[in-house]
């Protein structure tokens, strides 16, 4: 996959990257990046020479048919694990358990703190139960990571990619490990989150607003809704 997929990424895009010494060349590390695009989840990896395992929703591995099995195959060859998020209670747990395997096997754990993609290309508040519960549990440093300009190379509503080169800075290992065993204070679980999500926005230049993504999304939604209703 890094060879096709990432491969194919390089030529026709060259994101530029910053930071790559930032990677431990073994070991486990949480890797801790904004979110802009789906395709967020492909350049990360293909610029880095190790493994990168990110949580992907269940429906990309359990689709019918041809089409579903061979889905479910791209989305495992990329280094996804499939997460049910039927339940959101569950599905954090099940998502917390998936990175802390993936830690204590010494891999690369790669997680999106915001929890969705940014609708307008700002930063959002880091949801806290994920990112820094993994953090805690094992020890591992967090990397952040920013993503630039990937949401500008397909905005919604757009089929064709506009070839453009995205960037990716890699900021230096945050060191926990003096929390450690603490995953269940959520002052603490706060705390590290905001920590992490500062230098996020340090690398990225982005705009932060101190409200979750989701209920962004959720305001853009119903403030559509009521221009449309206007309009009618």
Do not use: C
Not at 10 to 28: Q, Y
Not at 183 to 198: A, G, K, Q
């Amino acid at each position: 996959m890094k060879f096709s997929i990432g491969g194919s990424l390089k030529l026709a895009f060259r994101p530029w990257v910053e930071g790559l010494e930032n990677i431990p060349a073994e070991g486990p590390a949480i890797l801790a990046s904004n979110h802009l695009s789906f395709s967020d989840s492909f350049f990360l990896p293909a610029v880095l020479d190790r493994k990168v395992t990110f949580i992907a929703k269940a429906e990309y591995f359990t689709s019918p048919g041809v089409k579903g099995k061979l889905t479910a195959a791209f989305f495992k060859g990329v280094g996804q694990l499939p997460v049910d998020r039927s339940g959101a209670r569950g599905a954090g747990e099940a998502a917390i358990k998936s990175g802390i395997e993936v830690i204590e096997r010494g891999e690369l754990f790669g997680i999106y703190p915001e929890g969705t993609r940014s609708p307008d290309g700002r930063l959002y508040r880091g949801k806290p139960g994920g990112l820094a519960r993994v953090a805690l549990a094992t020890g591992a440093p967090v990397i952040p990571v920013a993503m630039i300009d990937t949401e500008k190379i397909q905005p919604p509503g757009k089929v064709v990619p506009k070839l453009m080169r995205p960037g990716i800075r890699i900021g230096k290992p945050l060191d926990f490990s003096r929390y450690r065993g603490m995953e269940n204070d959520r002052f603490i679980l706060r705390s590290v989150t905001d920590e992490v999500m500062y230098e996020i926005m340090k690398l990225s230049g982005q705009e932060y607003v101190d409200i979750y993504a989701t209920a962004a999304k959720r305001q853009i939604a119903d403030a559509e809704k009521a221009a449309k209703a206007v309009k009618e």
